[in-house]
């Protein structure tokens, strides 16, 4: 069946942009919950207090894209809304959870574990169930959900600051389970639509089976050489990735003190994010084929060169250009991940392509920022840690430069191989005819014969 094009699917798309901004806000902003949670139980005789205050926010970051793979075949099972539902009720008690502990280590499995596992869970279903009511306008409605966690990423700070002033850090965790509380019945809206009458004859005698085990787990992508390299290639560029979410808040804190609001620099990092989705992905429908990889190839060399810029800057002005630049390059790598995951393994295996990409992206995502905060606590300064952080980017950016290489000889070999097996079969049909012919002369000569 067709998708609507609209009907209670600008809705669902409502309902798909509150996600996004819900739990993509939240996780982004961590830089302010990072202050907070130092000076709340930061003590003068722990040397390690950001190594260990780092792991909740990286760990939250790191199971969210870690739950993927799962998740994308849990979706396929059951379905966008049960899925969708129960995770945001998951993330529900894991934030409240949150809220409740007196030490550090607690929140690396209530903030860190089940509120992550959970905006996971509810997270994926609402790109998934997008494709159900949107064909013609799906890159429209795209651009417009995935605005969400740019446009909660500017709000969210600013908030998280005046709450935590005013009602401590606690307080402003049991404030944020309102948005997931939202979340979870925003969920409800994702009808399923019942395309054929196979799907309709199973809902009615309300059997279910599992599909084989191929289906379920589909590793026939990793056969694609330009897709290993591309998945292996971008987690290498994201050790960095996420330092400066953690830990951009405190380095300003550090070198400029009291005197400047840090929560400007995610503002300035949340407005050229969205502006750079906006702006690449529609320079990215002009570029043929596997070429798409070149930009990731240069929003990865900004995103490195501009970390490498944070130590230089000794004037917080510097910082914001900094920010702005990061955040537009920031945009461009995630606005053309799913175009390439198309052109590379096509259509019909995407799915698990893009899950598979963010489970390995969860590693370097959760790594970096307690590496970044080990390194503080023994230098007592994050500049050697934002030199560090730029350096993967760089790399994993060469990385991927093969790619468009790779591809397009793959391409020849399989043109090679249908042309191939063109002939082959044009010359056995040939053959077949003429000992056809050869049968049918001697059969009628035999019969003339007689």
């Not at 809220?99 to 929140?107: A, G, K």
């Not at 064909?135 to 935590?164: D, E, H």
């Not at 809206?189 to 191929?214: C, M, Q």
């Amino acid at each position: 069946a067709e998708p609507p094009e609209g009907g209670w699917g600008w809705v669902v798309m409502l309902a798909a942009m509150w996600c996004n901004g819900a739990v993509f806000g939240i996780q982004n902003s961590c830089g302010v919950l990072f202050v907070s949670m130092l000076q709340h139980f930061g003590g003068s005789q722990d040397r390690q207090m950001a190594f260990k205050t780092a792991w909740v926010s990286s760990l939250s970051m790191g199971m969210v894209f870690f739950c993927s793979p799962i998740v994308s075949i849990f979706t396929d099972l059951f379905g966008c809304r049960k899925v969708a539902v129960i995770g945001a009720a998951v993330g529900f008690v894991g934030l409240l959870s949150s809220s409740f502990v007196s030490t550090i280590e607690p929140l690396y499995f209530t903030y860190g574990v089940v509120f992550a596992c959970g905006c996971s869970f509810a997270y994926q279903p609402s790109l998934v169930i997008l494709g159900h009511y949107f064909k013609k306008r799906l890159g429209l409605v795209n651009g417009i959900v995935t605005a969400g966690s740019s446009l909660f990423t500017v709000t969210l700070p600013f908030l998280l600051r005046v709450l935590i002033d005013s009602v401590d850090l606690f307080n402003t965790l049991r404030v944020l389970c309102v948005l997931m509380f939202i979340l979870f019945l925003a969920g409800f809206t994702y009808k399923p639509l019942i395309s054929n009458a196979k799907d309709k004859e199973v809902a009615k005698k309300g059997k279910f089976r599992f599909p084989p085990e191929k289906k379920i787990f589909n590793f026939s992508v990793f056969k694609v050489m330009s897709y290993r390299i591309w998945a292996f290639g971008i987690p290498a560029a994201l050790f960095g990735y996420f330092v400066p979410y953690v830990h951009l808040m405190k380095h300003v804190k550090d070198r400029f003190g009291d005197n400047v609001r840090e929560e400007v620099l995610l503002l300035c990092l949340g407005i050229t994010s969205g502006i750079g989705r906006l702006i690449f992905g529609r320079v990215a429908d002009y570029i043929p084929g596997a070429k798409k990889v070149y930009l990731q190839v240069a929003s990865f060399f900004f995103i490195g060169l501009m970390s490498m810029m944070i130590p230089l800057c000794h004037v917080f002005g510097g910082l914001i250009a900094v920010c702005l630049f990061m955040g537009l390059f920031d945009g461009c790598f995630i606005c053309i991940m799913a175009p390439i995951a198309f052109e590379l393994v096509g259509a019909q295996d995407v799915s698990q392509a893009i899950g598979f990409l963010l489970g390995l992206m969860s590693i370097p995502m959760t790594v970096g920022p307690p590496i970044a905060g080990l390194l503080r606590d023994h230098l007592g300064t994050y500049d050697v840690a934002f030199y560090l952080a730029g350096v993967p980017p760089l790399i994993g950016g060469a990385i991927l430069c093969i790619i468009p290489w790779v591809h397009e000889r793959q391409k020849l070999k399989q043109r090679a191989k249908t042309v191939d097996g063109e002939t082959t079969e044009k010359m056995l049909e040939n053959e077949s005819t003429l000992v056809s012919d050869a049968a049918e002369k001697t059969v009628k000569e035999m019969e003339s014969g007689f």
